[in-house]
């Protein structure tokens, strides 16, 4: 189940806790201070990938079946073994690794204003689940759960049980194109089932109860 850590924060020693369940090679070598947002444990454990994206939801407090959906709309659930898209994105969610400089000091004389680096939608995954950059970029399950503790950064008052149709403000955050947040409403509302190249099935059941505007 997601922490508590995105909407009120959590003090103490159970960073260490937490990151001790995770092999070594998945764990961020930055410093970490708090702990990560989201387990990821439960969704890097599930066999099928399928099962991967139910756990992921789970632990984020995100609908799966919304997960699903804008992997489906960013990879058809590929996750092309690490390598980066034409955009800069990687793994099954398209993460990009991108990232921007932002004026600092707003409000001030112009001599005021320099840079500010942002983290990239890869590095804020990785930050957010205390999984190494790398292994989100290259495993299919730590990418879901990266992308799932994503989604729910980008919409801290929602949960599970929250209409799909009122997360698209989210969902925008992963897509380009101006129309992405209604092709993954269609595709919740029809469903899609597949079967990856590396042989996992995956399965979006349609459900017409899917408002698309």
């Known amino acids: 189940m997601r922490s508590s850590l995105l909407r009120i924060g959590v003090v103490g020693g159970a960073s260490a806790l937490v990151l001790a369940t995770l092999p070594a090679s998945l764990v961020s ?7 990560p947002a ?17 756990a992921a939801g789970q632990a984020a407090d995100v609908p799966s079946d919304l997960l699903r959906a804008v992997s489906y709309m960013q990879s058809r659930w590929e996750g092309h073994d690490g390598r980066v898209s034409n955009d800069g994105g990687y793994g099954m969610f398209n993460l990009k690794s991108t990232t921007t400089a932002v ?30 950059a790398s292994t989100v970029r290259s495993d299919d399950r730590a990418n879901v759960c990266a992308a799932a503790a994503l989604t729910a950064s980008y919409a801290p008052d929602l949960d599970v049980s929250t209409p799909p149709q009122r997360w698209t403000a989210a969902i925008a955050r992963f897509g380009s194109a101006d129309t992405f947040e209604r092709q993954v409403l269609t595709t919740l509302r029809e469903g899609r089932a597949r079967t990856t190249s590396a042989g996992e099935t995956v399965t979006l059941a349609g459900d017409p109860t899917v408002e698309v505007a």
């Not at 989201?38 to 139910?54: E, G, K, R, S, T």
């Not at 004026?103 to 190494?132: F, N, V």
């Open 29 to 35: 070598a930055s410093p970490v201070t708090d702990p």
């Open 38 to 54: 989201v387990d990821c444990q439960p969704v890097l454990a599930a066999p099928p990938l399928d099962a991967a994206f139910d």
């Open 103 to 132: 004026p600092d000091g707003a409000g001030k004389g112009s001599d005021d204003r320099s840079p500010r680096r942002t983290p990239s939608q890869l590095e804020r995954a990785a930050e957010l689940t205390g999984i190494a």
